[in-house]
């Protein structure tokens, strides 16, 4: 696929995720009889899709320039002020092994309201659900709705404070909302300049960092919501993570086209340090710390690799090269076992890589079928949920699949009648949520150890 046409794809794809679901009426249908999904420890094949050529976009975002750019860099550009890694990690998958489990999964609630973007609380009681400007938590006892909340426009994304006690929301509205999750009652609301893409709370529960596209982070009280201290930057703000551990915010800005930069702030002495600057045009991928916080991994730009900093002294470690398409998105297994990464190519030939920490090999590879909107880890490490569906103008995977993460072998699938847009494990590892536009499904995990 030439350049031009491949970003175009990737800016429909980016945007089209982050857009209004239709909204209904939230209603949980509790099956009569829980189907199964798959019972296998034979590898799947994916089926072979025919890649079209979506139409143009139409949406405006800020920092535009007059004119598309013409090509997209074809060479790693080289991150300013930073050494390059003393050895270059291999990227060969190791052959794949026979998964050691075998697998079921029913479906125990299905939830009729849209699930752009959801999340279990710390405690698996609750489950929110973002459904254009609404905000549903849902009991996943008896999946009754305990309360829902508003924004004026569509929500991007919601976390729940580790404790337990809020629930954060940042929307389209140019709005971070922080609410009570014992009542729905609003705590606060920070404004913004314009769309709000990031959120994080500090694993103390002590802090929540919003940032939006007007370049402005703000740090504030996870309790109260009352800002405690700000942080400015001239371009939009693509992401940002807090440090599990220790006093760092890393923030990724970029402009509609580019440049993109990657800086970390210390949040108490606002010492700032640029890791990384690039002059292509931005991946639209996230910032991630590792569990431990020892790690920061970040795909900035279309053709440069993953980079992986040690933090404290923040050296280069490694770049893990992707050899086509783009990395859309980057997580961390909750054991730090593993980095998973998105690859985007804009055809049906996707893929999820999964690199072994801190050796950075490539352990397994999951061919996607379809375009992949979103990925989440088990407890353990030992799975990986992906969220599929693109659906123009070719025969689409609508579905949830789970795959053994050391493998790489797809071992369930949960069907859906639209894209998937949002999974997530439950913190016990027993329950998967996966979002549509039009649903969200709960499903039941079990497994046992196979000879």
């Not at 999340?119 to 305990?146: E, I, K, M, Y």
Request: charged share 15%; proline share 9%; net charge negative.
């Amino acid at each position: 696929m030439k350049p031009a046409l491949l970003l175009v794809c990737f800016g429909i794809l980016f945007f089209a995720a982050c857009g209004p679901a239709p909204t209904a009426t939230p209603v949980a249908v509790l099956p009569t009889a829980a189907p199964t999904v798959i019972a296998s420890a034979t590898p799947i094949l994916a089926p072979t899709l025919t890649p079209t050529a979506p139409p143009t976009p139409t949406l405006t975002v800020p920092l535009a320039p007059t004119a598309e750019p013409t090509s997209i860099p074809t060479q790693t550009p080289t991150p300013t002020d930073t050494p390059e890694p003393t050895a270059a990690p291999t990227n060969t998958p190791e052959p794949t092994a026979t998964p050691k489990s075998k697998v079921a999964l029913h479906q125990v609630a299905e939830l009729r309201t849209g699930a752009s973007t959801l999340a279990f609380s710390p405690d698996d009681r609750l489950l929110a659900v973002a459904n254009g400007g609404d905000v549903v938590v849902w009991d996943t006892a008896s999946w009754s709705q305990r309360w829902t909340a508003s924004h004026d426009d569509s929500v991007r994304k919601i976390a729940f404070s580790p404790d337990g006690q809020r629930l954060a929301s940042v929307s389209f509205d140019n709005t971070a909302r922080l609410w009570d999750v014992a009542t729905g009652n609003q705590v606060a609301q920070l404004d913004y300049g314009y769309w709000v893409y990031g959120l994080d709370f500090s694993s103390d529960s002590q802090r929540l960092a919003t940032g939006g596209f007007d370049g402005k982070v703000i740090i504030a009280d996870a309790t109260t919501g009352q800002p405690i201290n700000e942080f400015k930057h001239q371009l939009m703000v693509q992401d940002l993570a807090l440090s599990p551990n220790g006093p760092w915010l890393a923030v990724m800005t970029s402009g509609s086209w580019g440049p993109v930069e990657l800086v970390v702030w210390d949040i108490f002495t606002h010492e700032r340090r640029t890791l990384a600057e690039f002059n292509g045009l931005p991946s639209h991928s996230n910032v991630v710390f590792s569990p431990d916080t020892k790690w920061l991994a970040a795909a900035m730009s279309f053709g440069a690799p993953v980079t992986i900093w040690e933090t404290k002294i923040w050296p280069e470690v490694a770049h893990l090269e992707i050899s086509d398409g783009v990395i859309k998105q980057l997580a961390f297994s909750p054991d730090g076992r593993w980095l998973a990464g998105v690859v985007f190519k804009g055809e049906t030939d996707n893929k999820v890589l999964v690199w072994e920490v801190p050796a950075w090999r490539v352990v397994s590879q999951m061919e996607q079928a379809d375009v992949v909107w979103d990925v989440a880890f088990s407890p353990d490490g030992q799975w990986l949920v992906t969220g599929l569906g693109q659906g123009i103008e070719h025969p689409p995977a609508y579905e949830g699949q789970l795959w053994e993460t050391a493998s790489g072998t797809l071992v369930a699938r949960m069907p859906h009648a639209r894209q998937v847009l949002a999974v997530a494990f439950s913190h016990d590892g027993k329950r998967i949520a996966t979002g549509s536009y039009d649903q969200a499904k709960i499903w039941e995990f079990q497994s046992s150890t196979g000879d």
